[in-house]
Structures are given as structure tokens and as C-alpha cells.
């Protein structure tokens, strides 16, 4: 259980901002006018001295959070806020973390080769997402990369200890990326249910997120109903706290090469491979897993795997979202097998059921 906040504006002003020495604000650099909050925040920061940190791309690079670190601490900032999209909130948790090691030390600790010494205390850590897919704000990790290779930094402080959930920030994002953070959020609700480390608890929040997103993804992409994003801020959130515990399996995996290596935005490059799992898992796996695939059909309302991978199909139509890797890019068996080979094991351990690389270069070729 996490004991998170989920505040207002007017509390963000009053219980976090209005006594804060400092706020290290970590933005985007366009969606932060364009959403609204930029007026929002200002509206609620009053006269404290704001520090305010940008300088990053989308999937973000060790290098660019190292020289976050450096300016969060020389700022001598109290409160971070990060608001934005997932990677402003993953860049805000990662300085969180790394704040007070040394820079060289950066790289070792997202390998694993050295712990992390969190010094956090004194400090609050606040996050209001203008996107609703990853659920970054209800999660302990941030992907992080160093060159190609995709890391995930992950402690408990990386948790913000309270987040604003305003629907209406959303609705200034274009279709296109509506569609791929909400079909993010489907793949990660659906693949923690199915997770060998998923929990009775992180089970109840994907059950709970599913027949959500399953109602709303489509009027959420074409419409500007307040509603409809209230629902998938919602959905988002749950969707987060139940990968927080199980975390995600193969087709998160695969994602990560297929955005780095295409270009392909995150949520596309899950949805992706995830349908040829509907099937695979629901054949081949043991009768715990049989029993959840059949528990993931009813939260979907459809009858088995091939009627799953159906409605899946046509929900990435209706929301102009391609269904397979070969309609992005042209991708030869060669490209699938290195594709295949970069796959974090540690995810694949806590897929369902085991897989071989074949089963993998068939989900990239479907
Ligand atoms: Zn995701």
C-alpha cells in the first residue's frame, strides 16, 4: 500500500508551496503552456522562487538527469514539482533519487553496481501529469537510457508523496497522443493482471482500471468530454499503482527497442506486440494463468484470446493507432532477432509463461 495524496491546485499551493524555501519545477517545454497548467501553477506558487528545468528529451538520457541533479542541487530547492507527460515526471523522480550522489556515481547506480543512499528527508516531491497513460505518477520508477540501452531506476522515494489529477489538462494533447498514453495504460492495466509478481491488491487496481479504459478510450481520443478524461485519469492512476507492484511484462519489454530503434511512441509500441499474447498466454499457460486470462476476457467482455486480439485490433483503428510493427517500419527476420535479443530478461521472468526468442520475433512479426 502507498500512502500517496492525491491534492488539488489550491492544496498544492497551501500545504506544499506556500512554505517552501525553493521549487524545482521540472516542465516540458511545450506542453506546459499548452495544457494549462503553466497559468494553474502560477496561479498557486505565489512568490517563491521558482527553479525551473527543461532541458530534456523524451526518452530521456543519463546525461540530461546527471545535469538536472547539478542544477536541483545547487538551487538549494525544498519542493520538486514535476509537470508534464511521463518523462517530465521520470526525470523529476530520477533527480529526486540521484540528488546527493556524485555525478561519476550516476551510471553505476542504474546498473546496479552500486546502492542508492536517497538523502530525500526535509524535501516533497509532487506530481501532476498532463498526460494520462503511464500512470508515472503513481509508480517508484523512471526509465532512464544511456545511449540505447534503457534502464529502470526505481526506490520508494521515487514515489511522489502527492499528485494533482486535473482532467482538464489533457484535453490541449492531439489525438494521436491521447491515443497512444491511453492504449499505454490498457497494456500496462492488462499486463499486471496477468504478471507473475502481480498481487491480490495490484490485481484490484488493473480490475478496476480495465473495463474503465475499455469504455472510455474511444470518446477520451475523439471527443473533449471533461467526463470521459476525468474517467482516464482515473484509470491512468490505477493503472500505475497496479505496475508499481507487479510491473509490466513482454510486451513492455519489446517496447523499448521498438521506440528506440523506429521512433515509434511509447503506448503504439506496446500495443504492438501485446495482442499475441492474448492467445500464447491463454494456450500455453498453467492453470493460474489459464484462470487470469479468462478473468482478463470478462474484464474485456469477450469470450477468449482470438476474440480479445479482435477488439484490440479494431479499438487501434478506431484510434488511429497502427496494429502492427511491419505497417511502421519495414523490419526484416534479422532486425526481429536483435530486437528479440535486447529484451530485458528481468521483465521476461515475470511474464506467465516462459518464452523463447521465437515466440518473441513472432510477436514483432505479427
Ligand atoms: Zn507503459
Same mark, same amino acid.
Not at 297 to 309: C, Q, R, T, Y
Not at 344 to 358: A, D, K, Y
Given at each position: 500500500?502507498?500512502?500517496?495524496?492525491?491534492?488539488?491546485?489550491?492544496?498544492?499551493?497551501r500545504?506544499?508551496?506556500?512554505?517552501?524555501?525553493g521549487?524545482?519545477?521540472?516542465?516540458?517545454?511545450?506542453?506546459?503552456?499548452?495544457?494549462g497548467?503553466?497559468a494553474?501553477?502560477?496561479?498557486?506558487?505565489?512568490d517563491?522562487?521558482?527553479?525551473?528545468?527543461?532541458?530534456?528529451?523524451?526518452?530521456?538520457?543519463?546525461?540530461?538527469?546527471?545535469?538536472?541533479?547539478?542544477?536541483?542541487?545547487?538551487?538549494g530547492?525544498?519542493?520538486?514539482?514535476?509537470i508534464?507527460?511521463?518523462?517530465? #515526471?521520470?526525470?523529476?523522480? *530520477?533527480?529526486?533519487i %540521484?540528488?546527493?550522489? +556524485?555525478?561519476?556515481?550516476?551510471a /553505476?547506480? !542504474?546498473? =546496479?553496481?552500486?546502492?542508492?543512499e536517497?538523502?530525500?528527508?526535509?524535501?516533497?516531491?509532487i506530481?501532476?501529469?498532463?498526460?494520462?497513460?503511464?500512470?508515472?505518477?503513481?509508480?517508484?520508477f523512471?526509465?532512464?537510457?544511456?545511449g540505447?540501452?534503457?534502464?529502470?531506476?526505481?526506490?520508494?522515494?521515487?514515489?511522489?508523496?502527492?499528485?494533482v489529477l486535473?482532467?482538464?489538462?489533457?484535453?490541449?494533447?492531439?489525438?494521436?497522443?491521447r491515443?497512444?498514453?491511453?492504449?499505454d495504460?490498457l497494456?500496462?492495466?492488462?499486463?499486471?493482471?496477468?504478471?507473475?509478481?502481480?498481487s491480490?491488491?495490484?490485481r484490484?487496481?488493473?480490475?478496476k482500471?480495465?473495463p474503465?479504459?475499455?469504455?472510455? #478510450?474511444?470518446?477520451?481520443? *475523439?471527443?473533449?468530454? %471533461?467526463?470521459?478524461? +476525468?474517467?482516464?485519469?482515473?484509470? /491512468?492512476? !490505477?493503472? =500505475?499503482r497496479?505496475?508499481n507492484?507487479s510491473?509490466?511484462?513482454?510486451?513492455?519489454?519489446?517496447?523499448?527497442?521498438?521506440?528506440?530503434?523506429?521512433?515509434?511512441?511509447?503506448?503504439?509500441?506496446?500495443?504492438?506486440?501485446?495482442?499475441?499474447f492474448f492467445t500464447l498466454?491463454?494456450?500455453r499457460?498453467?492453470?493460474?494463468?489459464?484462470?487470469?486470462?479468462?478473468?482478463?476476457?470478462?474484464?474485456?467482455?469477450v469470450?477468449d484470446?482470438a476474440?480479445a486480439?479482435?477488439?484490440?485490433?479494431?479499438?487501434?483503428?478506431?484510434t488511429?493507432?497502427?496494429?502492427?510493427?511491419?505497417?511502421?517500419?519495414?523490419?526484416?527476420?534479422?532486425?526481429?532477432?536483435e530486437?528479440?535479443?535486447?529484451v530485458?530478461?528481468?521483465?521476461?521472468?515475470?511474464?506467465?509463461?516462459?518464452?523463447?526468442s521465437?515466440?518473441?520475433?513472432?510477436?514483432l512479426?505479427?
Amino acid at each position: 500500500m502507498t500512502d500517496q495524496k492525491q491534492i488539488s491546485w489550491a492544496e498544492l499551493g497551501r500545504d506544499y508551496l506556500s512554505h517552501a524555501r525553493g521549487i524545482f519545477l521540472v516542465a516540458g517545454t511545450g506542453s506546459f503552456s499548452a495544457s494549462g497548467a503553466k497559468a494553474k501553477f502560477s496561479a498557486v506558487c505565489g512568490d517563491i522562487p521558482a527553479v525551473r528545468f527543461s532541458d530534456f528529451t523524451e526518452n530521456p538520457q543519463l546525461s540530461e538527469i546527471s545535469a538536472g541533479v547539478r542544477l536541483f542541487e545547487k538551487s538549494g530547492c525544498d519542493v520538486i514539482v514535476a509537470i508534464g507527460g511521463g518523462s517530465s #515526471i521520470d526525470i523529476a523522480k *530520477s533527480v529526486h533519487i %540521484l540528488a546527493g550522489h +556524485a555525478t561519476g556515481e550516476h551510471a /553505476a547506480i !542504474l546498473r =546496479g553496481e552500486k546502492d542508492l543512499e536517497p538523502a530525500v528527508a526535509g524535501r516533497a516531491f509532487i506530481a501532476v501529469p498532463t498526460t494520462f497513460g503511464t500512470g508515472s505518477e503513481s509508480t517508484q520508477f523512471a526509465a532512464v537510457y544511456i545511449g540505447d540501452a534503457k534502464y529502470s531506476l526505481s526506490h520508494p522515494c521515487g514515489l511522489p508523496g502527492a499528485y494533482v489529477l486535473d482532467p482538464a489538462l489533457a484535453l490541449s494533447a492531439p489525438p494521436v497522443i491521447r491515443a497512444s498514453t491511453a492504449i499505454d495504460a490498457l497494456c500496462q492495466a492488462i499486463e499486471s493482471y496477468w504478471a507473475k509478481d502481480g498481487s491480490k491488491e495490484s490485481r484490484a487496481y488493473a480490475a478496476k482500471a480495465i473495463p474503465l479504459l475499455r469504455d472510455n #478510450i474511444e470518446a477520451y481520443v *475523439s471527443s473533449d468530454d %471533461l467526463d470521459v478524461a +476525468a474517467n482516464m485519469a482515473e484509470a /491512468a492512476n !490505477l493503472s =500505475g499503482r497496479a505496475i508499481n507492484v507487479s510491473k509490466t511484462t513482454a510486451p513492455h519489454a519489446l517496447s523499448y527497442g521498438i521506440t528506440k530503434r523506429y521512433g515509434v511512441a511509447h503506448g503504439q509500441a506496446v500495443a504492438l506486440t501485446l495482442p499475441a499474447f492474448f492467445t500464447l498466454n491463454a494456450d500455453r499457460g498453467d492453470a493460474d494463468t489459464k484462470a487470469r486470462m479468462r478473468e482478463i476476457f470478462d474484464l474485456l467482455g469477450v469470450k477468449d484470446g482470438a476474440a480479445a486480439k479482435v477488439w484490440f485490433t479494431g479499438l487501434l483503428a478506431a484510434t488511429g493507432l497502427k496494429a502492427r510493427l511491419l505497417e511502421i517500419a519495414s523490419v526484416s527476420v534479422d532486425d526481429a532477432e536483435e530486437l528479440a535479443a535486447q529484451v530485458n530478461l528481468e521483465r521476461l521472468g515475470n511474464h506467465p509463461v516462459t518464452l523463447t526468442s521465437n515466440d518473441l520475433i513472432a510477436a514483432l512479426l505479427a
